[in-house]
DNA sequence: TTTTAATATGAATATGTATTCATATGATAA
DNA sequence: TTATCATATGAATACATATTCATATTAAAA
């Protein structure tokens, strides 16, 4: 009957799916990144930063809520080594660090304007 | 002072990036995509539909755990969109709809594998 | 029509996460 | 050294999410 024919196509489908699936510390990983994207104030801090360094203050001044929310997502991002800082005199000066990162992040924003 | 040069460079840049930045909406829309993504569960069923459609026991085969729990992110994913399913005979067929999100999804393993 | 197979759903629980407030830290300027 | 400015941190709260278990649904088979 027909639904044998269906049936071996698709084990022979997950069985190839399976094959290339990456190991389950990658998934993982792959997965951390994505949710560090998953936030609206995280993504437009890192749109904000897109054109270069930015101060705390100004970062804070760029996606509105309070400085202290501010922090502790600049915390986040940095603890997946997504931005990077360093000080210049009193202020502390964030900038991306994974160019991967903005790459897919330009590539959503593309999909979002164009397509839907 | 040389530290208001870099002042003005400062605000320059983030008016800069305010310019561009997408409409809040759209931020929001990005990080719901994001956050579809962030689960390792959710990424497995992505891989492992990456070759053809596959029935919901198969799913759950290919990722392990508990059918209930498989169910519930594939509602996930068929909410935002980013699959679809149809019925053939008993089963449930599930496919990827949403391929922009399978090239990100590429594009992350890649980055994964090659430069970390 | 009744039974069975495949999948979906709801409630409960446990865990994770964002935000706020108050305060700590740490470098600089006075 | 002391005071001040910019940022970071911790605790508390509120909200979101994943997982499990038991059960509902629905189409197909008997």
Not at 29 to 53: N, P, Q, T
Request: glycine residues 4%.
């Amino acid at each position: 009957m027909k639904n044998c024919d269906e049936e071996e196509l698709h084990e022979e489908r997950l069985r190839r799916a399976l094959d290339k699936m990456p190991s389950d510390e990658n998934i993982e990983e792959m997965g951390l990144r994505f949710k560090a994207l998953s936030e609206s104030s995280r993504l437009k801090i890192l749109l904000a930063l897109s054109d270069g360094e930015l101060c705390v203050e100004h970062i804070t001044e760029a996606i509105g809520g309070n400085q202290s929310a501010v922090s502790h997502q600049l915390r986040i991002l940095k603890d997946n080594r997504i931005i990077k800082c360093r000080r210049s005199g009193k202020k502390i000066l964030y900038s991306i660090s994974d160019w991967h990162i903005m790459t897919i992040i330009e590539l959503s924003k593309e999909h979002l304007n164009c397509n839907e």
